[in-house]
């Protein structure tokens, strides 16, 4: 499966409310800011966002996710990106850095 592909299969998993609250339970506790109970988030409590960050020379083969986390009153915005590479790229934090700037 080319890379561009596999970037879209994640983008339209964790597009799924329930899939993405999952990733945060599995992949991200402890890396979220400690007022945010991720046992209870629920599907209601999370929007994805319609954005990205990516430039678009680079978004065919690019993906990424933006959501709104409510917590009561509070809201936070969390953004994954995903990057399936082949081999290790040691530029890597540099490509990231360029997502940033670039907007």
């Known amino acids: 499966m080319p890379m561009g592909d596999k970037d879209k299969a994640f983008r339209r998993l964790l597009a799924d409310e329930r899939l993405f609250l999952r990733f945060l339970r ?3 506790r402890g890396r979220i ?3 945010i109970d991720l046992d ?3 599907a209601e409590d999370v929007e994805l966002q319609n ?3 990516i430039p678009p020379d680079l978004s ?3 993906s990424d996710v933006l959501y709104k986390v409510r917590r009561g009153s509070a809201q936070v ?3 994954v990106l995903v990057e ?3 081999r290790v790229d040691f530029m890597m934090p ?3 850095l360029s997502y940033v700037v670039h907007t």
Request: charged letters at 20%; proline letters at 4%.
């Open 33 to 35: 800011p400690g007022d």
């Open 84 to 86: 399936h590479q082949s």
């Open 60 to 62: 065919k083969n690019e």
């Open 26 to 28: 599995r992949f991200l």
């Open 77 to 79: 915005y969390i953004y």
């Open 51 to 53: 954005i990205t960050f």
């Open 40 to 42: 209870s988030l629920s």
């Open 94 to 96: 540099f490509r990231l």
